[in-house]
DNA sequence: ATGGCGCGGGGTCCGCGA
């Protein structure tokens, strides 16, 4: 099974560049992010999927679509405030959870808001058993966990989504047994899977690392390989999303 | 291409993103 997450920002105006990447690397399932759409409007992706969809108008919202048969779905969850930013999905006996974490702020408003969403997530995580089920979450997390996942720490220290709480969070995940698929593949260096529109930033490969693809050890033994697709990112036209595509594939 | 932000809503800007 090859899954890919991807914040969008804006499904319809990325609309081509994800039917393309749905076809080109054969996507099973599909977790988009920031979709900014009503989900009455939500466009056609490919006609092989189901989508189950949790959006709004202008802001935020996530879609989670799968060419397996979706056994059980939740949309939004009691960490939102009134923002669509979680899916769960039950396919193929993984149980697959779509997040956009609000970005925060320097310990304002956000910031608690930030910390209130985790906190209810790991709430709702409380049902599974993560040494014996298969578990996936993914998406744009809006944390970079540690140095690798900025591209100058200096700059970064003290700074909104590298701030210590923010990190710990990251760490509570894999304290839980969840492991963080990229980083295993990449354990020692800068990987990053969101390059800011302004200042040419991914012309000087000045990027963070947000999204995650966090596994459970039963999922973990099935893992292949996982492909990040900067190279969408790169390209001047058609415009691209702010953020990367990302793939692992299973032998599930 | 040798600089450099893009999106949606409802506008000729603003709020937001990170």
Not at 110 to 127: A, H, S, T
Not at 205 to 210: F, I, N, S, V
């Amino acid at each position: 099974m090859r899954i890919c997450t991807f914040n969008v920002n804006s499904i319809r105006s990325r609309l081509e560049i994800v039917k393309n990447l749905v076809k080109e690397y054969d996507i099973d399932v599909l977790c988009i992010q920031e979709i900014k759409v009503e989900n009455e409007k939500f466009p056609l992706i490919d006609e092989e999927f189901e989508c189950v969809i949790h959006g709004q108008k202008k802001l935020h919202g996530v879609a989670t679509c799968s060419k397996y048969p979706i056994e059980k779905f939740q949309k939004g969850f009691d960490g939102e405030l009134n923002e669509p930013r979680f899916i769960y999905t039950l396919i193929n006996n993984i149980h697959i959870i779509n997040i956009y974490a609000p970005l925060g702020d320097n310990y304002a408003q956000r910031f608690e808001y930030k910390m209130y969403f985790y906190d209810k997530l790991f709430e709702w995580l409380e049902k599974f058993d993560f040494n014996n089920e298969k578990i996936l979450i993914c998406g744009d997390f809006n944390i970079s966990h540690t140095s690798l996942d900025v591209w100058d720490e200096l700059i970064w220290e003290g700074e909104v989504t590298h701030l210590p709480e923010e990190r710990a969070i990251l760490s509570k995940f894999l304290d839980m047994g969840f492991i963080d698929v990229i980083r295993k593949v990449y354990p020692n260096e800068k990987v990053f899977t969101f390059y800011d529109y302004r200042g040419g930033a991914v012309y000087k490969k000045e990027g963070l690392r947000l999204d995650y693809i966090l596994v459970t050890k039963p999922l973990f033994e099935k893992f292949k390989s996982l492909e990040i697709l900067t190279s969408i990112r790169r390209k001047r036209k058609p415009t691209p999303s702010d953020h990367v595509p990302i793939i692992a594939e299973f032998e599930v």
